[in-house]
């Protein structure tokens, strides 16, 4: 295949991808994103494998930002647009857009990625990796500059999880897509039954390994503005893992 800056996959939406309403669950999005930046980042030669084999590093999420207009449903095709930006020194930002089978735009991603060396688990600079793009583009999906987002002091503990052999992807610590199914198991069925999200944006802060035991917290301080955030907490070192933000809206 040509390489191209620009990359389109689509994807149908089946029965293990979808929630006990038949919507598309948000975590399964995360992992089309995923599928679709492995697939465009090896049209340019640098995917899971070849990035193992040439220079012993993966690529890891950082930081992302997901808005959704419309939650596609069971048997839905739709199609994921993806391209990179001008690396940074240490970041590659990553957009998206997906469409449904009539072309609306139904949600809209920015992500900021990583590389890390798998031996010794650090990050390296973006120029460790031959990386060439066909065309630069400048064009973004959201028109947001991704940042921290702050810490929270009114954090209630929801639930413990224990990470095992179900929640780790092939660099051996937890995938980035079961976060996102952390923080919904946050709100009870009816609260997805009654809201859906809207936005969500996530900072991904410190890896997580199998054995590991999350405090999942949630501040509900700012539901009245429809925003709720949701930490996790590493509870061996008290170290916070990740943080997101998710915006609310009320179901018609």
């Not at 640098?46 to 890891?60: D, N, P, S």
């Not at 923080?183 to 410190?206: G, K, P």
């Amino acid at each position: 295949m040509q390489p191209t800056t620009r990359y389109t996959k689509n994807y149908h939406i089946d029965l293990g991808d979808v929630d006990f309403q038949r919507k598309l669950k948000l975590s399964a999005l995360f992992r089309y994103f995923q599928d679709a930046a492995n697939l465009a980042a090896e049209n340019l030669g640098v995917g899971i494998t070849q990035l193992f084999e040439k220079y012993g590093v993966a690529f890891v999420l950082m930081r992302i930002r997901v808005d959704i207009i419309r939650t596609p449903m069971l048997d839905e095709e739709i199609t994921i647009e993806t391209w990179p930006l001008k690396p940074g020194k240490l970041e590659f930002e990553r957009d998206y857009i997906v469409r449904d089978k009539n072309g609306e735009v139904i949600a809209k991603a920015v992500s900021v990625w990583v590389i890390m060396d798998l031996n010794k688990r650090r990050l390296k600079r973006s120029e460790s990796i031959n990386l060439e793009y066909p065309e630069l583009i400048e064009e973004r999906a959201i028109d947001v500059a991704l940042a921290k987002l702050k810490a929270t002091d009114e954090l209630e503990t929801v639930y413990h999880k224990t990470i095992g052999y179900s929640d780790i992807d092939f660099n051996g610590h937890l995938n980035n897509s079961k976060y996102i199914d952390y923080i919904m198991d946050c709100f009870a069925l009816e609260e997805h039954q009654r809201y859906h999200t809207s936005s969500i944006e996530v900072n991904y802060l410190n890896e997580v390994m199998p054995g590991d035991t999350l405090l999942i917290k949630k501040d509900v301080s700012k539901l009245e503005d429809n925003f709720v955030l949701v930490e996790g907490i590493r509870e061996e070192d008290g170290k916070s893992v990740f943080r997101s933000q998710v915006s609310l809206e009320e179901n018609a």
